[in-house]
């Protein structure tokens, strides 16, 4: 308003000074005395109207600037309610950061240390040895790039190195070409038919990705039950150690003698830590296996198969590194069984996924018939590799030579 005074000040003063450089104050004086008798009313209130015109057209200038400083207000007021709400993200984030702290990050190196000291402990539990090939950053991860016995995987860890991702799928790659999960999609395999298929699956029992086979297959053969001859078997040499020559022994000796309680042992086996001896043991006696007997079994194959005996004399071992299992050894030789796990359908290699679905699937291919056991729903995810059944996991990998 002042702003607005001061303009109308102004333009009255420019009139009177050109009025006095024509006339004298007196002589202006009278002549507004004169000119205020000659007007009319109608003349006064045109020239108030022209003179508020001018008033109109100064104060709208004014109006323009206020809103232009308005404008720059506003845009302010939100520049800075924006900033503040960042700010204020910001600050709960560093709550959470412990002030913006992210020393808990670790060097590609040593989060790749890390990883592969838990992979080659636990999981591949010191008997092959993982090796790195390369570390890079993918999607704020670190990606390493490995070699397991010539076989190349890439494995995720998070930057702190608490989280490793031994498999990952991308979601990219995939996206659009499916609607159910990838493990259901398997096409069926083309094997040997007959009205009751032989299925073996050879296995290290201590080699993660056999007891991932393991843990898929077993729901699909309790489910079809004396319509297939199923039966667990194991490679012909250990890459686990003492405790999975023992290991396999008793569970030889428990599917020979004691085939009742052989699903049971495994699946509480299989649902342990870390396959310890003790955890065997609890086992054995959580499923009521009878000890004496199995201990009396298992010397005498022990025995007739020289297992301790070749243990103990290294020379005997597989490439010098790899004790011997001879148990199934000439079905080693026949079906050229390699590694863990090796699945036979009817006398033939099978490739498989290894859930639950997959299983019925390439099973229920064997029959001439398939039973109705064959249309169950199972679960098409596969288990993790290594023992306990949380997680998941894919289909590949293996151990073996």
Known sequence: MEEKESKISHEVGYEKEEQHEKKSHHEEHHEKEEQHEKKSHHEEHHEKKEQHKKREHHENKNDHGHKKVEEFSVSKLNSWQIASGLLTLLLIASIFTQGFSFSNDLSGEAAADKALVFINDNLLQGQVEAELKEISEKAGLYSLSLNIQGQEMESYVTKDGALLFPQAISLEEIAGTATVPAAQQAAVPEVVKSDKPIVELFVMSHCPYGTQAVKGILPVAEKLGDKIDFEIKFVYYAMHGKKELDEQLNQECIKREQNDKFNAYLTC?????????????????????????????????????????????????????????????????????????????????????????????????????????????????????????????????????
Not at 306 to 330: C, H
């Open 269 to 401: 086996f299989l649902g342990s830590n870390s396959g310890s001896v003790a955890e065997g043991q609890a086992c054995l006696t959580e499923v009521g296996v009878d000890e004496s007997k199995l201990s009396t079994c298992v010397t005498k194959l022990d025995t007739e198969y020289k297992i301790t005996e070749q243990f103990e004399d290294q020379s005997t071992w597989l490439n010098g590194r790899f004790p011997l299992f001879d148990v199934d050894a000439e079905l080693n030789t026949k079906y050229k069984i390699k590694g863990s796990p090796g699945l036979i359908i009817n006398g033939e290699s099978v490739n498989s996924a290894r859930s639950p679905a997959a299983y019925l699937t390439s099973i229920c291919a064997a029959f001439n018939e398939a039973p109705e056991e064959c249309e169950t729903e199972m679960s098409a995810t596969a288990y993790s590799p290594g023992f306990g059944y949380q997680g998941t996991g894919n289909s590949a990998g293996g151990c073996g030579v």
